[in-house]
């Protein structure tokens, strides 16, 4: 279709086809997923918008789009205001929204798939209020009028490696078993793609950035698992690796399957599985325990081999980067630079190692004022030139057998101003309290964020995401169940053995970005008369910080130290993979404060 307006009329032809006053259009697919297949991608196509998290409500007279901070600047440059009203998360939710705006009487679509079941309670609830209802619809309306949507995906699966899993399927399974029995259950479905992956061993391709295939799974508690997959998806290097425990299915069957567990007491993740899940287990005759996903928490504390992996791959991955930092100190200054070309070679530095899998998100490469869009994508119409004189802001990552990392540097070009300087100290203030953050078992990442605000805070500023977020290992760059942020999550207790981000910033809109990343795992932490089991963060990434940016004055001789500690580390563990001019500018790059 030639336009978005076009996109948009067509879908209301078809809400009135189906006897509907409205319809919901989340980003996510029936997994849940942050990130989804190019066949998933509904809200991009009805849209344009280009963020990883929103939704849309499309009445016949108006239509809103909902998004978070991260995407207030992106859903304005993206999204028609002529035709669409931008609405702020958590700030108004669709529910409420719905219940200001559908017409008495009325009936919202949704699909089943798509949305959670606290949603569907919320969104009825809401519109109960109206007199108006909400409508599970078996045809999504955007997928009747959609002419080329894409097919899924149908990559081959592939085995992860027992050595870079740290345990094998069967072990993993037999635990999942024992945990069942603990929760007098008969089964747990799992429907979350990083999940299924963890748990069997295996990786996809099915979704760009992660490493996952398009599957469901029942796990039971004889340690025997059903695996819903696409036929075309298996080879006999998978069959063998899943063994004669695991049965497999066509992934079409899954839903006919959830009736047989009839008289079973069944595990659903009520953040994970959809609504159509817990109404087929219920309709079929199953007991449904509202339990968390038991892949989850194990998942997210990694193992040794995990960890050695990740720390193999953060190695690997910082000595790419500082490549691509000489370098862009050597070109920036030239002029000629754009946010696509450097991102182009930050990937081609990432393809030297020989072992890249893919990226672990599409690179967010922000000059000057695109550095203040917090997941600023980049493409053809918005592609800046790196200029001297401005910030330049690059969060990247990679996607490695071993591990997955993630990362960001902000880089003066030219000489930056004494705001610029001063407010990236302030970010860095806070990275390092994190950084060096000590704290009792049982801590909620909720209780830390705070460590990471409190400088720009004094000064009457702050960041609208997050600061720190779960990694998984060859999986989602984005994992939960641990967060470090005040909303959104956050109130997962810290373990030994969790990978976090430490991700301060601050945006000035219409000039220019900041943001200081690297990963962290919780450890144990010994301290001589502790009368309390205690835990702390060991940095795992490794890149030099720009020294240009750093406002001396503005430190504490113990934020010189850690700096100047961590420098030395980067020097120690990427100066090795270096040499000629890369090494000679690393070692100056990592020189004390």
Avoid at 354 to 380: C, K, M, Q, W
Avoid at 416 to 444: D, N, S, Y
Avoid at 584 to 591: E, G, H, P, Q, V
Wanted: hydrophobic content about 45%; overall charge negative.
């Amino acid at each position: 279709m030639s336009s978005y307006e076009d996109r948009l009329k067509a879908l209301r032809a078809q809400l009135v086809r189906q006897k509907l006053d409205g319809f919901v259009v989340p980003l996510t697919d029936e997994h849940m997923s942050e990130y989804v297949g190019a066949y998933a991608q509904r809200l991009a196509w009805l849209t344009g918008f280009q963020g990883s998290a929103g939704s849309a409500v499309v009445l016949p007279q108006e239509a809103a789009i909902f998004v978070d901070g991260r995407y207030t600047l992106q859903v304005r440059e993206q999204v028609d205001a002529a035709h669409w009203q931008y609405e702020s998360v958590p700030q108004t939710s669709i529910a409420a929204w719905l219940k200001d705006h559908a017409g008495q009487g009325a009936r919202i679509g949704y699909d089943p798939w798509l949305h959670t079941r606290a949603w569907v309670r919320q969104a009825t609830a809401a519109l109960a209020e109206k007199g108006a209802e909400l409508v599970a619809v078996d045809t999504n309306p955007v997928d009747a009028v959609w002419p080329d949507r894409p097919a899924p995906s149908d990559a081959r699966l592939v085995v992860h490696d027992d050595r870079f899993a740290g345990r094998s399927a069967a072990e993993k399974r037999a635990a999942m078993a024992d945990w069942l029995t603990a929760n007098k259950a008969d089964a747990a479905i799992l429907s979350a793609l990083d999940s299924i992956a963890w748990t069997f061993n295996i990786r996809g391709k099915d979704v760009d950035r992660t490493p996952v295939a398009l599957a469901y799974a029942i796990v039971h508690a004889d340690a025997t698992a059903d695996l819903y997959v696409a036929p075309e998806k298996m080879d006999d290097a998978v069959a063998q690796h899943l063994g004669n425990a695991v049965r497999v299915h066509d992934r079409a069957a899954f839903a006919d399957a959830l009736a047989d567990l009839k008289g079973k007491s069944v595990v659903a993740d009520p953040e994970r599985a959809v609504a159509a899940i817990f109404e087929a287990l219920e309709q079929g005759g199953a007991t449904v325990l509202p339990l968390r996903d038991p892949a989850v928490l194990p998942k997210a504390i990694k193992n040794e081999a995990e960890i050695a992996g990740h720390k193999a791959a953060q190695a690997r991955d910082g000595a790419a980067l500082s490549r691509f930092l000489h370098w862009l100190s050597v070109e920036a200054p030239k002029g000629g630079l754009t946010e696509m070309s450097a991102a182009d070679r930050l990937e081609a530095f990432r393809k030297e190692t020989g072992v890249l899998e893919d990226l672990s998100f599409d690179t967010i490469s922000g000059a000057g004022p695109n550095g203040a869009v917090v997941h600023y994508r980049v493409e053809e119409k918005t592609n800046r030139p790196i200029e001297t004189g401005t910030l330049y802001l690059v969060d990247s990552g990679g996607q490695y057998r071993d591990g997955t990392t993630d990362v960001t540097r902000t880089i003066a070009v030219g000489e930056p101003t004494q705001e610029m300087k001063h407010r990236f100290t302030l970010v860095l203030k806070g990275h390092v309290a994190l950084a060096r953050a000590v704290f009792p078992k049982g801590t909620r990442g909720g209780q830390l964020d705070v460590l990471a605000r409190q400088y720009l805070w004094a000064e009457g500023l702050d960041y609208a995401h997050g600061t720190g977020h779960g990694v998984g290992s060859f999986l989602s760059v984005h994992e939960g169940p641990q967060r470090i942020a005040t909303f959104g999550g956050g109130d997962e207790p810290l373990v030994a053995g969790m990978i976090l981000s430490n991700e301060p910033g601050y945006y000035k809109t219409g000039e220019y970005g900041i943001r200081i990343e690297n990963l962290v795992l919780v450890e144990e932490r010994a301290i001589p008369g502790a009368e309390k089991a205690m835990l702390g963060f060991e940095t795992l990434t490794f890149a030099p910080i720009d020294r240009a940016l750093v406002a001396l004055d503005l430190l504490s001789r113990e934020e010189r130290a850690w700096v100047d500690a961590y420098h030395a580390a980067v020097f120690d563990l990427v100066g090795p993979q270096l040499d000629g001019d890369a090494r000679a500018w690393l070692k100056a790059a990592c020189a004390p404060l």
